[in-house]
């Protein structure tokens, strides 16, 4: 059983960054974050391997860091040069037993949300 908790949401101008965080508190396996804006099908942005392996949405590829801190048990989604086209409410995940997958449909543990909201 995972529980996760992610922070670092918030509201910023295109161009600009901002990094969020996702606590475990439980053991988790491979992990994820993913996003889903009103309207639309939640989409897999990147994931980490238990080994450090990443793997990117191409809408994100060079903009956005996926990364982890073991001894925190934190995951971390750097996102820079953001547009508004980013704007989702933002999830982490875990428990997916494949590698570098970005299907929502994997993985069994979420988090609540936080939003991210980026403005012309």
């Known amino acids: 059983q995972v529980q996760l908790v992610e922070s670092g949401g918030g509201s910023v101008q295109a161009g600009g960054s901002l990094r969020l965080s996702c606590a475990a508190s439980g053991f988790a396996i491979n992990m994820g974050w993913f996003r889903q804006a009103p309207g639309k099908e939640r989409e897999g942005v990147a994931t980490?391997?238990?080994?450090?392996?990443?793997s990117y949405a191409d809408s994100v590829k060079g903009r956005f860091t996926i990364s982890k801190d073991n001894a925190k048990k934190t995951l971390y989604l750097q996102m820079n040069s953001l547009k508004p086209e980013d704007t989702a409410m933002y999830y982490c995940?875990?428990?997916?037993?494949?590698?570098?997958?970005?299907?929502?449909?994997?993985?069994?543990?979420w988090g609540q949300g936080t939003q991210v909201t980026v403005s012309s």
């Open positions: 995940a875990a428990g997916c037993s494949r590698s570098r997958y970005l299907g929502p449909e994997c993985y069994d543990y």
């Open positions: 980490i391997t238990i080994r450090g392996t990443t």
